[in-house]
């Protein structure tokens, strides 16, 4: 065998585990047929928060006019462009040179498989003992007649000017994010969803003070619709949409942010017999396959488990422990937390908000506005709100929401405690610097 653990893909699903793996000695090979780090590192939440700081500082900024600031700078969108490629670009050769640096040996180009031992890549074949499937997902492309005009994430990334005028279609994460970001920087925002409810992930009321917000700033949402067709006019440089209901609009700009959709199609699993669906690899409890040397990792499972960078990485590092002999149990997830980079941020970890209070004979729920709290007026932060989630029974803490400017430093704070489950009187058991955004917090928690 050329290897003994072969990997297809180079993102967070492979090298958190496959660094490791290869400086125990374990012959790990890395197929990478784009950028080395993957999406998240090289056109996706990288860059998005890089974009998306300034947006954030303004947005303090604004709010301390007459306390202390005078004036608002404006977003030199080319620049912050220009800062975002600076920090960006490198990331391909540094995530080659992490696996470089351990001795896996990386192959470039696409991977097909042969057998259940083999994968062709080019003109070339590879042999390992075991097989990891990562290769995330891509940006899913409407099938519709003029689709072929619209941008996708990756486009909107590295857009050289701000449009006039955007338009987005999708209510989710990427939607919504870049919603935020193109209405700050001073385009015209019209969302369009399917319909009625953006970000169904996260807590409706939260949910709803972001909307509001997003229409006060501008931005149009229109829901229950369904684009059927888009003509672009190319002297004029504008793109018509059209669908039912003598639907029409003419925009500069098309984001379609309708969904990801896995990789496995791209690989030939046919020809060794590897399960999968339009959601996914389907995996067990193991992240194994139904081919036993194979195995599969992060945004390419079809799993209810958060398809999210950390969540990736964490299966990752289960595998490589695995294989190095170190856990022979199946995988048992963590507290995962969840976030949304809007303006305020909405983050959650553990059980649900809306979930929670649907079932208030099992919960109890302890909420807080921020507006009087003297720390966050600090930035003069308004509308910041957080809810504790205790299990009735045991008074332990199962959850946690936040909607607030630093959202993901709270619920960060707050993922071990639920992790460990720790009652409202342990929760009172720590001193935090002061002050601080934990010792906020820990003020905010009831007493026992």
Known sequence: MDFSVLYIGSGQATWNGAVPLAKTGVKVGVIEESQYGGVCSNKGCNAKIILDKPLQLIDQIKALQGRGLDGVPAVNWEDLMAHKHELIVPQDQ????????????????????????????????????????????????????????????????????????????????????????????????????????????????????????????GVRFIPDMEISHAEKDEEAGTITLQGPKAFELTTDYVLDATGRVPNHDQLNLEAVGVKANKNGIEVNEYLQTNVENIYAAGDAVDKTTPKLTPTAAFESRYLAAKFMGENNDPIKYPAISEIVFTSPRIAQVGVHLDEAKANPDKYEIEEASYDGDWYRQVENEQGGQLALIFEKDTHQLVGAAEKANAAEETINTIVPYVQMRLTKEQLNDFVYVFPSIAYTLQRRLPLV
């Not at 492309?141 to 990334?157: H, M, V």
């Open 94 to 217: 540094h995530g080659k040179d992490r696996l470089d640096n351990v001795g896996i040996q990386t192959i470039n180009g696409h991977a097909e498989f042969v057998d259940a031992h083999t994968v062709e890549v080019g003109e070339k074949t590879y042999t390992a003992d075991k097989i990891v499937i990562a290769t995330g997902l891509r940006p899913h492309r409407l099938d519709i007649p003029g689709a072929e005009n619209f941008e996708n994430s990756t486009d909107f990334l590295s857009l050289p000017h701000m449009p006039e005028h955007v338009t987005i279609l999708g209510g989710g994460f990427v939607a919504i994010e870049f919603a935020t970001i193109a209405s700050a920087v001073g385009a015209k925002v019209d969302v369009i969803t399917r319909g009625k409810q953006i970000l169904k992930q996260f807590p409706k009321e939260y949910v709803a003070s972001i909307q509001a917000d997003l229409k006060k700033a």
